[in-house]
Protein backbone atom coordinates (compact mmCIF):
# COMPACT_ATOMS: atom_id res chain seq x y z
CA UNK A 1 0.00 0.00 0.00
CA UNK A 2 1.66 3.06 -1.25
CA UNK A 3 0.38 6.89 0.13
CA UNK A 4 1.30 9.95 -0.40
CA UNK A 5 2.38 12.29 2.17
CA UNK A 6 2.95 15.83 2.35
CA UNK A 7 6.96 17.04 3.00
CA UNK A 8 7.89 20.42 4.67
CA UNK A 9 11.23 21.89 3.09
CA UNK A 10 12.84 23.47 5.81
CA UNK A 11 15.85 26.04 5.85
CA UNK A 12 18.94 25.74 7.23
CA UNK A 13 17.84 28.45 10.17
CA UNK A 14 14.74 25.91 10.16
CA UNK A 15 11.72 27.83 9.69
CA UNK A 16 10.17 26.15 6.56
CA UNK A 17 10.91 26.98 3.20
CA UNK A 18 7.87 29.19 1.06
CA UNK A 19 6.27 27.73 -1.81
CA UNK A 20 4.75 30.00 -4.33
CA UNK A 21 1.09 29.11 -5.08
CA UNK A 22 1.78 27.81 -8.56
CA UNK A 23 4.89 26.12 -7.53
CA UNK A 24 4.80 21.98 -7.57
CA UNK A 25 3.75 21.10 -4.15
CA UNK A 26 6.53 18.38 -2.78
CA UNK A 27 5.34 15.05 -0.88
CA UNK A 28 6.88 11.81 -0.62
CA UNK A 29 5.76 8.34 -1.39
CA UNK A 30 5.49 6.51 1.61
CA UNK A 31 4.99 2.74 1.68
CA UNK A 32 3.71 0.69 4.52
CA UNK A 33 7.57 -0.67 5.47
CA UNK A 34 8.10 2.75 5.62
CA UNK A 35 5.65 4.04 8.06
CA UNK A 36 6.99 0.47 10.21
CA UNK A 37 10.27 2.32 10.22
CA UNK A 38 11.69 -0.52 7.65
CA UNK A 39 11.05 1.24 4.27
CA UNK A 40 12.73 3.46 1.99
CA UNK A 41 10.79 6.98 1.33
CA UNK A 42 10.87 7.96 -2.36
CA UNK A 43 9.67 11.93 -2.57
CA UNK A 44 7.24 13.08 -5.47
CA UNK A 45 6.34 16.26 -6.62
CA UNK A 46 2.94 16.86 -7.88
CA UNK A 47 0.55 20.39 -9.05
CA UNK A 48 -1.27 21.97 -6.08
CA UNK A 49 -5.22 21.52 -6.28
CA UNK A 50 -7.14 25.11 -6.45
CA UNK A 51 -10.04 24.56 -4.10
CA UNK A 52 -13.61 24.17 -5.56
CA UNK A 53 -15.69 26.45 -5.80
CA UNK A 54 -19.09 24.72 -4.72
CA UNK A 55 -22.66 26.05 -4.72
CA UNK A 56 -24.93 25.22 -2.02
CA UNK A 57 -27.72 22.88 -3.81
CA UNK A 58 -30.45 25.08 -1.64
CA UNK A 59 -30.65 28.72 -1.13
CA UNK A 60 -33.16 30.71 1.81
CA UNK A 61 -36.10 32.20 -0.32
CA UNK A 62 -34.94 35.51 0.84
CA UNK A 63 -31.31 35.10 -0.62
CA UNK A 64 -33.29 33.91 -3.96
CA UNK A 65 -35.60 36.99 -3.80
CA UNK A 66 -32.79 39.43 -3.03
CA UNK A 67 -30.39 38.19 -6.19
CA UNK A 68 -33.36 38.10 -8.13
CA UNK A 69 -33.90 42.36 -7.70
CA UNK A 70 -30.44 42.60 -7.86
CA UNK A 71 -30.85 41.29 -11.71
CA UNK A 72 -29.90 43.96 -14.24
CA UNK A 73 -32.84 44.36 -16.59
CA UNK A 74 -34.73 41.32 -16.41
CA UNK A 75 -36.45 40.08 -19.97
CA UNK A 76 -40.21 40.65 -19.80
CA UNK A 77 -41.83 39.03 -22.44
CA UNK A 78 -45.08 40.57 -23.45
CA UNK A 79 -47.75 38.95 -25.56
CA UNK A 80 -49.71 41.00 -27.59
CA UNK A 81 -53.60 39.14 -28.20
CA UNK A 82 -53.89 37.61 -31.68
CA UNK A 83 -57.13 39.70 -33.35
CA UNK A 84 -57.57 35.99 -35.36
CA UNK A 85 -58.48 34.34 -31.30
CA UNK A 86 -60.84 37.30 -30.95
CA UNK A 87 -62.61 36.71 -33.86
CA UNK A 88 -63.30 33.29 -33.54
CA UNK A 89 -64.56 33.62 -30.39
CA UNK A 90 -66.97 36.00 -31.23
CA UNK A 91 -67.98 33.62 -34.07
CA UNK A 92 -68.11 30.78 -32.06
CA UNK A 93 -70.35 33.44 -29.53
CA UNK A 94 -72.72 34.06 -32.16
CA UNK A 95 -73.27 31.04 -34.06
CA UNK A 96 -73.95 29.83 -30.11
CA UNK A 97 -76.95 32.55 -29.51
CA UNK A 98 -78.24 31.75 -33.06
CA UNK A 99 -78.18 28.02 -32.16
CA UNK A 100 -80.00 28.78 -28.96
CA UNK A 101 -82.37 30.83 -30.50
CA UNK A 102 -83.57 28.51 -33.25
CA UNK A 103 -83.94 26.04 -30.35
CA UNK A 104 -85.59 28.11 -28.21
CA UNK A 105 -88.10 28.93 -31.07
CA UNK A 106 -88.29 25.89 -33.04
CA UNK A 107 -87.25 27.26 -36.19
CA UNK A 108 -84.59 26.52 -39.03
CA UNK A 109 -81.05 27.91 -38.09
CA UNK A 110 -80.87 29.97 -40.72
CA UNK A 111 -84.10 32.11 -40.12
CA UNK A 112 -82.69 32.39 -36.63
CA UNK A 113 -79.44 33.79 -38.16
CA UNK A 114 -81.03 36.06 -40.10
CA UNK A 115 -83.03 37.55 -37.45
CA UNK A 116 -79.91 37.54 -34.92
CA UNK A 117 -77.95 39.52 -36.88
CA UNK A 118 -80.81 42.19 -38.15
CA UNK A 119 -81.25 43.06 -34.63
CA UNK A 120 -77.29 43.69 -33.96
CA UNK A 121 -77.33 45.97 -36.51
CA UNK A 122 -80.31 47.91 -35.77
CA UNK A 123 -79.31 47.87 -32.47
CA UNK A 124 -82.37 45.39 -30.71
CA UNK A 125 -81.64 43.43 -28.44
CA UNK A 126 -81.88 40.05 -30.24
CA UNK A 127 -84.45 38.42 -27.47
CA UNK A 128 -86.88 41.18 -28.49
CA UNK A 129 -86.57 40.79 -32.31
CA UNK A 130 -87.30 37.20 -31.68
CA UNK A 131 -90.41 37.70 -29.72
CA UNK A 132 -91.75 40.51 -32.42
CA UNK A 133 -91.35 38.14 -35.16
CA UNK A 134 -93.09 35.23 -33.41
CA UNK A 135 -96.17 37.58 -32.33
CA UNK A 136 -96.19 39.34 -36.00
CA UNK A 137 -95.87 36.33 -37.93
CA UNK A 138 -95.18 33.24 -36.48
CA UNK A 139 -91.87 33.38 -38.25
CA UNK A 140 -93.65 32.82 -41.83
CA UNK A 141 -91.42 35.29 -44.36
CA UNK A 142 -94.81 35.47 -46.53
CA UNK A 143 -97.40 36.36 -44.09
CA UNK A 144 -100.00 38.92 -45.01
CA UNK A 145 -102.23 40.46 -42.79
CA UNK A 146 -106.10 41.74 -43.85
CA UNK A 147 -105.05 45.01 -43.33
CA UNK A 148 -101.84 44.58 -45.84
CA UNK A 149 -98.82 44.23 -43.52
CA UNK A 150 -96.37 42.13 -45.47
CA UNK A 151 -93.54 39.74 -44.09
CA UNK A 152 -91.77 38.96 -40.95
CA UNK A 153 -92.23 42.01 -39.10
CA UNK A 154 -95.73 42.78 -40.48
CA UNK A 155 -95.00 46.53 -42.07
CA UNK A 156 -96.89 48.48 -44.21
CA UNK A 157 -95.81 49.75 -47.30
CA UNK A 158 -96.40 53.53 -46.25
CA UNK A 159 -93.89 52.52 -42.74
CA UNK A 160 -91.57 50.99 -44.85
CA UNK A 161 -91.47 54.01 -47.31
CA UNK A 162 -90.09 56.08 -44.70
CA UNK A 163 -87.24 54.38 -44.49
CA UNK A 164 -86.47 53.03 -47.90
CA UNK A 165 -88.45 55.25 -50.47
CA UNK A 166 -88.24 52.65 -53.31
CA UNK A 167 -88.68 49.46 -51.20
CA UNK A 168 -91.42 47.53 -53.23
CA UNK A 169 -94.27 45.27 -51.40
CA UNK A 170 -92.31 42.02 -53.19
CA UNK A 171 -89.02 42.80 -51.62
CA UNK A 172 -91.03 42.98 -48.22
CA UNK A 173 -91.68 39.65 -48.61
CA UNK A 174 -87.85 39.10 -48.56
CA UNK A 175 -86.38 38.31 -44.95
CA UNK A 176 -83.66 39.98 -45.02
CA UNK A 177 -85.10 43.09 -46.29
CA UNK A 178 -88.26 43.21 -43.68
CA UNK A 179 -86.10 42.48 -41.17
CA UNK A 180 -83.81 45.23 -41.59
CA UNK A 181 -86.65 48.09 -41.85
CA UNK A 182 -89.00 46.51 -38.97
CA UNK A 183 -86.49 46.70 -36.58
CA UNK A 184 -85.31 49.95 -38.02
CA UNK A 185 -88.59 51.22 -37.24
CA UNK A 186 -88.87 49.81 -34.02
CA UNK A 187 -85.48 51.06 -32.98
CA UNK A 188 -86.55 54.17 -34.07
CA UNK A 189 -89.71 54.12 -32.04
CA UNK A 190 -87.94 53.26 -28.50
CA UNK A 191 -85.70 56.56 -29.04
CA UNK A 192 -88.70 58.36 -29.57
CA UNK A 193 -90.76 57.55 -26.72
CA UNK A 194 -87.59 58.00 -24.08
CA UNK A 195 -86.88 53.77 -23.42
CA UNK A 196 -90.78 53.17 -22.75
CA UNK A 197 -90.70 49.88 -24.97
CA UNK A 198 -94.13 49.20 -23.65
CA UNK A 199 -95.11 52.22 -26.00
CA UNK A 200 -93.14 51.95 -28.70
CA UNK A 201 -94.68 48.60 -28.79
CA UNK A 202 -98.22 50.04 -29.23
CA UNK A 203 -97.06 52.29 -31.32
CA UNK A 204 -95.80 49.63 -33.40
CA UNK A 205 -98.68 47.70 -33.38
CA UNK A 206 -101.30 50.33 -33.32
CA UNK A 207 -99.87 53.17 -35.43
CA UNK A 208 -99.19 56.41 -33.87
CA UNK A 209 -102.50 57.92 -34.65
CA UNK A 210 -104.52 55.20 -32.62
CA UNK A 211 -102.11 55.45 -29.25
CA UNK A 212 -102.10 59.45 -29.35
CA UNK A 213 -105.23 59.75 -29.67
CA UNK A 214 -106.47 57.36 -26.67
CA UNK A 215 -103.72 59.53 -24.43
CA UNK A 216 -105.58 62.54 -25.41
CA UNK A 217 -109.00 61.50 -24.04
CA UNK A 218 -107.19 60.32 -21.22
CA UNK A 219 -107.30 56.23 -22.12
CA UNK A 220 -104.90 53.96 -21.76
CA UNK A 221 -103.94 52.87 -25.51
CA UNK A 222 -102.94 49.49 -23.76
CA UNK A 223 -104.71 46.36 -25.99
CA UNK A 224 -102.56 43.85 -24.54
CA UNK A 225 -99.77 43.20 -27.44
CA UNK A 226 -97.44 44.99 -25.39
CA UNK A 227 -97.86 42.37 -22.30
CA UNK A 228 -97.86 39.44 -24.85
CA UNK A 229 -93.67 40.62 -26.19
CA UNK A 230 -92.61 41.71 -22.72
CA UNK A 231 -93.68 38.80 -20.58
CA UNK A 232 -90.81 37.64 -18.73
CA UNK A 233 -88.59 39.65 -20.11
CA UNK A 234 -86.24 41.84 -18.36
CA UNK A 235 -84.28 43.92 -21.42
CA UNK A 236 -84.42 47.31 -22.21
CA UNK A 237 -84.98 46.30 -25.70
CA UNK A 238 -81.65 48.47 -27.20
CA UNK A 239 -78.27 47.41 -27.12
CA UNK A 240 -77.23 50.88 -25.57
Known amino acids: MIVLAAAVMLRPDGKPEPTPADAPHPGVLVSEAAMAGNGPQIPVT ?21 RAKQTPNPQVFA ?44 GIEPELGFRLVRVESVFDPRAISPVGAVGLTQLMLGTAREFE ?52 MGMSPANGYESIITRGYRGRGTLD
Open 46 to 66: GPRVAPLNVQPLWRPAGEVLK
Open 79 to 122: FAPDPREREQRESLSRWHHIFSYSTKYRIKPDLARRIYDAAIVA
Open 165 to 216: PRVTREQLLDPDVNLRIGFRYLRTLIREYKGDLKLALLVYNRGPTAVHAALA
